[in-house]
């Protein structure tokens, strides 16, 4: 029979075990020579197969196994055709309609008349673990960036260690750290464009960049400068999964510095100086166009008492009329700013009493919370075998010629199951590493909002950057007011606040000492807090 040699490598994590294009090439070699099928193509790549339609040479092979030019696969593993259900299927489907004859691997051989189900498992488990690597590779990455450590490779004036994975830190790089901060010393003096800067530290302190792996320095280009410039990374913060995380590795320039830095920078990276200080800076949003919001400030002199009052307003940074591209109108005094601001701090402020309680039954109600987790993963089995049965089902009556139905009727339904399993082996596999979150989520949010108004009155701009970015997912300026979306955590505080309210007519039973309040009073108020509790639980105190 004609045969082909289908060889691959990926240089993902996944492959790290994999052995090399020569030796899958050399093994399945002797494989054949020691068949009767002749050798009519070799087809060998370095790609991944996590994703359909990536790799041409498995295409290519697919296509010739269609034209009849190839009725035989060599290949090392099963994994090597594919790890991902589209291709998956395909190589299925050839191998259980005939036109290809046999697939030859290190383990066994498949052949057409082979029970179906036995390769669909072997190819499953395959997808399943390109799966399981992703999140725990997520998983790890975010674990790493709560510790402090940027789970990245770092930017120019630094440098990954190097050692056990998971294990690395942030060390300054002895060559390049002290230029970088030249660098941004230049910018901070206000006289000189990110283009000069990106010539004297180039051509005349010798300013290259890394290349992978720490060799073969490159060219430090000059998009490359403005984006070191805008980088938190610098003044000790940085970036990941879409937040900004505190980090542990030495910084080169102050959180001041790193703001003034950003004002001097502004839209073309022309340094300007900051006159109108705007503590909401990169934290609101308009809520038409998605511009930033700025602050303008006006000055007025009252004749009568000879004193000149200033006014500060903030507004769409598109708004105007040159703009075209914003809608909204006008302008909000930041006075209502600050108010707005502070009854949506009101709105997520737990009570004193209740955040005494509530932290305090998170660690004592362990066990009532393991019974509720073992309640809940045990439907979570069950949803799963169910998702389960329904494809094998499936597929045994597709198997036998009474009950079988058109085979797009099946690949729909099948594609359609598929997907309802997948998602529940998802749900399954983090259980528990949700379940825990979730409670250590809930009491740092209730020990941070527990008297959050007093301490953003009294905090500085840098304070009160920081609550607004912990509390707030968006927050847009629209129609002159303030749109605020909560974060999970404290959009479930306002909603109960909000409930007790409609109950009590205030939280004032609650903003007491936990030892002051009677019993009866947190008996109604902790079916609001706690739903998930047994109703007739008692409050401990």
């Keep these: 029979m004609k045969a082909a040699i289908y060889n691959r490598k990926s240089t993902d994590t996944e492959d790290k075990q994999v052995l090399s294009m020569e030796s899958q090439s050399q093994f399945n070699i002797e494989r054949l020579n020691g068949n009767d099928d002749e050798l009519v193509e070799t087809y060998q ?16 092979l697919i296509a010739d196994i269609h034209d009849g030019k190839v009725e035989v696969v060599y290949c090392w593993k099963l994994n090597r055709l594919a790890r991902n259900p589209i291709d998956g299927g395909e190589i299925q489907w050839l191998l259980q309609e005939g036109m290809l004859k046999k697939i030859v691997t290190s383990e066994r051989t498949y052949l057409p008349s082979d029970n179906v189900l036995q390769m669909m498992v072997e190819l499953g488990m395959a997808i399943q673990f390109s799966r399981d690597l992703g999140k725990d590779a997520k998983r790890g990455m975010t674990e790493k960036a709560k510790m402090g450590w940027f789970p990245g490779a770092v ?3 630094y440098l990954n260690s190097y050692g056990l994975k998971g294990e690395k830190y942030v060390l300054k790089d002895p060559e390049r750290f002290d230029t970088v901060r030249r660098c941004w010393d230049l910018l901070l003096t206000g006289t000189k464009t990110v283009k ?9 302190w010798g300013l290259s960049k890394l290349g992978a792996h720490g060799r073969n320095a490159r060219v430090f280009s000059r998009s490359a400068m403005y984006t070191m410039l805008a980088n938190p990374f610098y003044c000790g913060q940085f970036l990941w999964d879409g937040k900004l995380w505190q980090g542990k590795h030495p910084p080169i320039v102050t959180v001041e510095e790193y703001d003034k830095a950003q004002e001097l920078l502004g839209a073309r990276g022309k340094p300007r ?8 800076a990169g934290l609101i949003r308009c809520g038409s ?9 006006k000055h007025k002199l009252i004749h009568s008492t000879g004193i000149e009052r200033t006014y500060r307003y903030y507004r769409c940074s ?7 591209c914003c809608t909204e109108k006008g302008s909000v005094k930041e006075k209502d700013i600050e108010e707005e601001v502070m009854k949506k701090i009101d709105e ?8 005494e309680w509530l932290l305090d039954e998170l660690q004592l109600g362990q066990a009532d919370n393991a019974k509720m987790e073992a309640r809940d993963l045990e439907r979570l089995q069950k949803d799963y075998k169910d998702a389960n049965d329904k494809v094998n089902t499936l597929m045994k009556r597709q198997l036998d010629a009474t009950t079988a139905v058109s085979e797009e009727f099946f690949r729909s339904m099948l594609k359609e199951l598929e997907q309802e399993r997948d998602s529940k082996k998802k749900l399954l596999n983090d259980f528990h590493a949700t379940a825990k979150q979730r409670t ?3 009491a740092e949010a209730a020990s941070f909002a527990k008297d959050l108004r007093n301490e953003f009155e009294k905090g500085g701009r840098d304070t009160k950057v920081a609550i607004l970015r912990r509390i707030g997912q968006v927050i847009e300026l629209r129609g002159k007011e303030l749109d605020f979306r909560f974060r999970k955590s404290f959009a479930a505080f306002k909603k109960a606040n909000d409930a007790m309210k409609v109950k009590f007519g205030s939280l004032e039973p609650l903003q007491r000492p936990l030892v002051t309040v009677e019993s009866r009073v947190l008996v109604q108020v902790v079916p609001i807090w706690l739903p998930r509790l047994d109703s007739n639980q008692q409050p401990s105190r």
């Design 45 to 60: 790549e370095s790609r991944s197969a996590k994703m359909p339609d990536k790799r041409p040479e498995f295409a290519r």
């Design 155 to 157: 930017p120019i004036g």
């Design 196 to 204: 000069e800067i990106h010539r004297i530290a180039t051509e005349e």
């Design 273 to 280: 100086l900051s006159k109108n200080e705007n503590i909401y």
């Design 289 to 297: 166009c998605g511009s930033a919001v700025i602050v303008d400030v």
């Design 318 to 324: 598109h708004m105007g009329k040159k703009a075209t």
């Design 348 to 355: 997520i402020e737990i009570p004193q009493a209740f955040e």
């Design 440 to 442: 250590k989520d809930t």
